[in-house]
């Protein structure tokens, strides 16, 4: 083994329109850095390339196609949803990572997720210290959800935050022009099952100076039909329609999702329900007027083409950053942003401990959440107002985007022993 | 009354996000004509506006609003589902009409719309000359469903068909992400009540060099169980996951809408159904894999934010054409897009007696659905490749597209009588 030690990354989890800009700031930054380490080697398909020894080595993958993941969107390596355990339940798991780790001089674990990974990689430093492997765990942060502590903000939030704010403000646009004969509330879900940061962005397709009548639904409320019936039959009063923005995450007074209404077809057979059209049907009885809804699903997420610049830059500032952290002889650190300034948004990064991060989730302060419960504040539009700012294009050909598919090269296996994963 | 006429204008049926930039081609054209045109007052809220005689006079909104209309989704002046009937039905509507015309000097009447709205312009034209009112009826086509007879394409649809497009494109690149411990199909329900075009324009996310696991269900074609099972599953084995394109008009063998599922909630409450969720759910009953779902509903008609150059030139073009075609005298015709070359893409405008368009709908040809029913031909593509082509980025502020609203002046009643709206 040379002293050159080689970077092992992954994606983990759910992936988002900008988690490869990351892997861009990771491989650019480190292949500038070829004097004091070796290859970047990513796990196919997240962790379980890294369990069942397949790996991709990234240092074949040409500049171009590099250069290409920036504007890329969802996980260029694959990803996975795949949760180590406790070291106790989970011993054989983190040991089969040290010993690929042994295999492939990795001296360096670079995990890109949420909460979930951040943990995961504080066991595998601290597994690796009792085994006496010399590693540096590095956590990147990613996720739509928002719900990373100490961070400002977490690498593909903003992007989905900008989408659903362009989305409510167009559609809002379209229901108001048809509103006096036809549809007089639209219904958009959302994704965020704990947390409403990403219902809150639909708040700002309207402004103070530009009003549009939104209503919002967040998890952090227990939904109360009739005050919501309420709150849009107030605005289709003053506005003529009202549109509304519902996170996949409400629940009822009885504390089960909306979107768990026991479907059945007309054959008795359970369908799968949604909460906008479960909300929808609401209004339709308790209003008696037309309703049209819409489910943004993984479209929200994977919407490269009106990315956040903010959230790409941040995105690939972390992967950059994570590398110069391992080059200092940081371990068990994630790089975050601080936030400095609202106006004009200045950020940095900050190294944190990963103690810090792993297992604590970030809710929406209740201060964020207008008194009434369906609306956002001031102090929610200073925090998201700049996490949503700048347009970053992606080159197009023939009207659609241009999406690298790298040629993902495996590199050939060490160990003898397959490994059988737990599920 | 003196010898320059007044022009009316009005939009028709469900809005686009690029109706209003054949407002702006309209209004900026017969500014610059004022020595042979008036003003131009549009109804608001479409037709209703003129029954009602509420009319907006666009000559008191300033340059800059009407030059923004170009880049602003939906209808700026107010749209209306109202359908005129047969001259007999509705006489007393068209003669209402007349009368209106006549109180505002108009001479001119224009009508943004789909094929209902071509039909109302006709009768219009009709039923002047058996009354001697001097005006000339010119429609202007618009309509996502994209099926008006005789023009290659309407504008409305190039900008759905590049949405659908990206979203299915890179929806694809997040499941793929994913699928080895996660989501393998993922469903997204797109427009197109009667026909595919919509649907179809799913099929150009893949292309024949990166090809990318499409099925689509079109309205066209009667809906298999068994053989979608078979040709989903046939996608997963081959790439790991399957996208499905789906029409909101797919039907069953029963001839019934598979949206129309008769669901009912747990109260056995009617619940307002679509048809993504329900081919979700029978993909999870048939191939047991984990399955997720999109409706995209308004968001694909409204997204301005990534319309089609091609679709807002033509949009534009048409309602300049539709003013030259006025100072040219012409009455009772549409004009129309004619494609002369396939690639390079070429077109010119041409105008078409209302009488070739009104009342025919133009369907999908069946050679450009694959021989399977799942997929498009080569001929589609080359069809609606260059529909798809080129962006037209509206300005942004704050990181949200700025979309102008209008002042929307009206003008002062002439006429005593009310109007009793039919409905």
């Known amino acids: ?4 030690k080689n970077i092992f990354y992954a994606q983990s989890g759910g992936v988002t329109s900008v988690i490869n800009a990351s892997a861009c700031g990771v491989i650019e930054t480190a292949r500038q850095h070829r004097d004091r380490i070796g290859k970047v080697l990513a796990g196919r398909n997240g962790i379980i390339g890294a369990l069942t020894e397949d790996l991709i080595d990234t240092s074949r993958e040409k500049k171009s196609n590099i250069a290409a993941l920036r504007h890329t969107p969802a996980g260029a390596f694959g990803s996975c949803r795949y949760k180590l355990k406790s070291l106790e339940e989970s011993r054989a798991e983190y040991e089969r990572l040290i010993e690929v780790f042994k295999a492939h001089d990795i001296g360096y674990f670079f995990y890109n997720g949420g909460g979930d990974s951040a943990d995961t990689c504080l066991k595998v430093s601290q597994l690796a210290k009792s085994m006496n492997y010399p590693i540096q765990a590095i956590h990147i942060p990613k996720t739509v959800d928002n719900d990373l502590p100490v961070t400002d903000t977490c690498p593909g939030f903003g992007s989905v935050a900008k989408y659903i704010a362009i989305s409510t403000r167009e559609a809002s646009l379209d229901v108001v022009s048809m509103a006096k004969t036809s549809t007089k509330v639209f219904i958009l879900e959302v994704m ?13 397709a309207s402004t103070p100076e530009s009003q ?3 209503v919002i639904l967040f998890p952090e409320i227990t939904f109360d039909r009739e005050r919501f019936m309420a709150a849009v039959q107030h605005k289709i009063k003053k506005f003529g329609y009202c549109s509304v923005v519902v996170s996949e995450g409400v629940r009822g007074p009885d504390g089960k999702f909306l979107s768990d209404q026991g479907l059945r077809d007309a054959f008795g057979h359970a369908q799968l329900g949604g909460v906008a059209p479960a909300v929808a049907s609401m209004v339709k009885e308790d209003l008696g007027v037309k309703c049209h809804w819409a489910v943004a699903d993984y479209l929200q997420r994977s919407a490269r083409h009106i990315a956040s610049k903010t959230d790409v830059t941040q995105a690939y500032a972390l992967g950059k950053a994570a590398v110069e952290l391992a080059l200092k002889g940081r371990n068990s650190v994630m790089p975050a942003i601080i936030r400095t ?10 190294e944190v401990a990963l103690s810090r991060v792993a297992n604590r989730e970030k809710m929406m302060p209740r201060r964020f959440i207008s008194r009434d419960g369906f609306g956002i504040t001031a102090s929610c539009r200073r925090y998201l107002k700049p996490l949503l700012k700048g347009e970053d294009y992606p080159p197009y050909r023939d009207g659609l985007p241009v999406y690298v598919e790298l040629s993902n090269h495996s590199v050939a296996k060490k160990l003898k022993a397959d490994f059988d994963l737990d599920r």
């Not at 083994?1 to 050159?4: E, F, Q, V, Y």
């Not at 965020?192 to 700002?204: D, E, P, V």
């Not at 948004?345 to 900050?350: A, F, P, Q, T």
Request: glycine share 16%; no cysteine.
């Open 1 to 4: 083994m040379g002293r050159k």
């Open 192 to 204: 965020g099952r704990h947390a409403g940061w990403i219902a809150a962005a639909g708040g700002m």
């Open 212 to 214: 549009l009548p939104i």
């Open 341 to 350: 300034s609202d106006s004009p948004y200045r950020w940095k990064i900050e």
